[in-house]
């Protein structure tokens, strides 16, 4: 079993920055693709982006590309979200999600999900 739990959302105005945070326990962090995703209002759950198990492999929407960067810090079993230039249209529930597979990740099928943080950019 692994644990995630995410820290850092807030509410932010439009063009502002935000940190997400989210500490892995419960299995070698090392062995695990880490992503993000995100659900606003009434809408399915997206992936955001995503990171290779020693960080050397990123992906990421379209949407944030440019916006967002991925990183994680093996040794302190934490992944983060930077999150620059902020829209309204990024308000959203933020997920951290972790799968053995990056197939799986990028797929929207991990095996674990966090509980999300709210992420609100107001205009």
């Known amino acids: 079993q692994v644990q995630l739990v995410e820290s850092g959302g807030g509410l932010v105005p439009a063009g502002d920055s935000l940190r997400l945070s989210c500490a892995a326990s419960g299995r070698t962090f090392s062995t695990l693709y880490m992503g993000w995703f995100r659900q606003a209002p009434g809408k399915e759950r997206d992936f955001v982006t995503a990171i290779g198990r020693s960080g050397g492999y990123t992906d990421y929407a379209d949407s944030v590309k440019g916006r967002f960067t991925i990183s994680r810090d093996n040794t302190k079993n934490t992944v983060y979200l930077q999150m620059n230039s902020l829209f309204p249209e990024d308000t959203a529930v933020y997920y951290c999600?972790?799968?053995?597979?990056?197939?799986?990740?990028?797929?929207?099928?991990?095996?674990?999900w966090g509980q999300g943080t709210q992420v609100t950019v107001s205009s």
């Open positions: 999600a972790a799968d053995s597979s990056l197939y799986n990740l990028r797929h929207r099928r991990p095996d674990y």
